[in-house]
């Protein structure tokens, strides 16, 4: 299985401020069709996860462009621009290359 | 416009068996491009994915929890089912009925069930 690993555990956030969240794979994300399969997902309070980002850095549509996506291999990001009050939740990344499919801890992102 | 929507019990007995069931409407469960399955999150834990099922052909279970698992679909009704057996106070979670591509996070949930293993 590959194991996916975030840090930090909590973000606290003034607003308008960026945020930023990593996470790590135990192995590559890569395919051998070469594409790298590396999710975000927002979790906000009650509410069942929601995707942002898939394949690194390609934003769903009506997800708001201050958030970003980067990475390669092993290592990846997920950067807020600017923190908003409604970003208040907890960000999970999520491998999808192979199964069982499988989620970092996840990071809370909360405003000071 | 794709939704998913769980029902089934919020208690459940220890050594029992969970079932639950997912309606979904908006796409058909025998999409030959479309996964449908079922993830879990403890409460105020993470998320831990349980199987994926593609109609066409290929089911998949985590492996902690394949020998207690089963999916199933009725596509008469466009649902599908899970069947957890021997449940335990670990087995306590919010269970989501997802959808997802293959190679891509689910991207369809449904709003979750919250099932309490308890006597």
């Known amino acids: 299985d590959i194991v996916m690993t975030q840090t930090p555990l909590s973000s606290p956030v003034t607003l308008g401020q960026p945020a930023s969240i990593s996470c790590r794979a135990s192995q590559s994300l890569v395919h051998s069709n070469g594409n790298t399969y590396l999710n975000w997902l927002q979790q906000r309070p009650g509410q069942p996860p929601r995707l942002l980002i898939y394949?690194?850095?390609n934003r769903v549509s009506g997800v708001p462009d201050r958030f970003s996506g980067r990475g390669a291999g092993t290592d990846f990001t997920l950067e807020i621009s600017r923190v908003e009050a409604e970003d208040v939740g907890v960000y999970y990344c999520?491998?999808?290359?192979?199964?069982?499919?499988?989620f970092g801890g996840g990071t809370k992102v909360e405003i000071k | 416009q794709v939704q998913l929507q769980e029902s089934g019990p919020g208690l459940v007995k220890p050594s029992e068996t969970l079932s639950l069931t997912c309606t979904v409407s908006g796409d058909s469960i025998t999409s030959s491009s479309d996964y449908w399955g079922w993830i879990r999150q403890p409460p105020g834990k993470g998320l831990e994915w349980i199987v994926s099922l593609l109609y066409s052909g290929g089911t998949y279970y985590n492996p902690s929890l394949r020998s207690r698992a089963t999916i199933s679909v009725d596509t008469s009704k466009n649902q599908l089912s899970l069947k957890l057996t021997s449940m335990t106070a670990a087995d306590t979670a919010t269970y989501y009925c997802?959808?997802?591509?293959?190679?891509?996070?689910?991207?369809?949930w449904g709003p979750g069930t919250l099932v309490t293993v308890s006597s």
């Open positions: 997802m959808r997802h591509r293959p190679y891509i996070s689910p991207d369809y």
């Open positions: 999520l491998q999808s290359k192979q199964f069982p499919l499988t």
């Open positions: 394949k690194i850095s």
